[in-house]
């Protein structure tokens, strides 16, 4: 079964600091996609980033960075330079094909708060 | 309309009676989802929809929940007889099937709040 682990509840750090989430994920599949969700204060989901499993490489998009390695089924998530506007829920998610569309297993989230 | 939308967004009941709780889809979205996050918990899954058909139930509760799309389009997630425990934000997803050109990227709706009194 499709499962992902985010073995930190809450992060607090200050403004500025660099901060880095992380996700590991368990998958009897050989095609599979990771995704990072994000949950602002105001409650909507907001995706962040999607990586097929044949692609390793890194990304960045601005302060944030993505770090994928299937040698050890992780798909972990920097944030550079944190700012205030930051704060928030994110999920890390790993899907799982259905019969054409993807159905995605999210992991428990990590609560991260960014003090100014 | 531009995003998912469901309806109401909030809703308070007494325990015992029945809620029915609407989503309605990007338009040419094929799959929906139904996902149910309690108080500072994580996202549960409960059904999936892929046209009129749910082919993964398997997320469901209880029979006391069930789910309908009729159309394609517009769904309904239905809780009899509700109990405190069905307090949470059911949130809805639509998404493009793969050989629709989607991406796997889930259109989150801001959810309803059920609290159950």
């Known amino acids: 079964a499709q499962k992902v682990t985010q073995a930190q509840t809450e992060i607090s750090v200050v403004e500025k600091e660099d901060v880095t989430l992380d996700c590991v994920y368990e998958?009897?599949?050989?095609?599979?996609?990771l995704f990072w969700y994000k949950q602002p204060p105001s409650g909507e989901l907001v995706f962040l980033i999607r990586?097929?499993?044949?692609?390793?490489q890194n990304e960045i998009s601005g302060r944030y960075s993505w770090n994928f390695q299937k040698s050890t089924s992780s798909f972990n998530f920097t944030i550079t330079a944190s700012q205030v506007v930051d704060s928030a829920v994110y999920f890390c998610?790993?899907?799982?094909?259905?019969?054409?569309?993807?159905?995605?297993?999210f992991g428990q989230g990590t609560r991260l708060t960014i003090n100014p | 309309g531009a995003g998912v939308s469901q309806s109401p967004s909030n809703k308070v009941t007494e325990k015992g009676k029945d809620v029915e709780l609407r989503c309605d889809p990007i338009?040419?979205?094929?799959?929906l989802y139904w996902y149910r996050q309690s108080l500072g918990q994580g996202l549960e899954f409960l059904i999936y929809?892929?046209?009129?058909?749910?082919?993964?139930k398997s997320g469901l509760p209880s029979d006391r929940f069930s789910a309908e799309r009729t159309g394609g389009s517009v769904s309904t997630l239905t809780i009899q007889r509700t109990q405190q425990e069905d307090s949470a934000v059911y949130l809805c997803?639509?998404?493009?099937?793969?050989?629709?050109?989607?991406?796997?990227?889930?259109?989150f709706g801001e959810g309803s709040r059920l609290t159950v009194l």
């Open positions: 929809f892929q046209g009129n058909s749910a082919p993964d």
């Open positions: 997803a639509s998404s493009l099937s793969l050989a629709g050109g989607g991406t796997g990227e889930l259109f």
């Open positions: 338009s040419g979205h094929t799959a």
């Open positions: 998958t009897r599949d050989t095609t599979y996609y």
């Open positions: 990586r097929n499993s044949f692609d390793e």
């Open positions: 998610a790993l899907s799982e094909v259905l019969r054409g569309a993807q159905k995605l297993v």
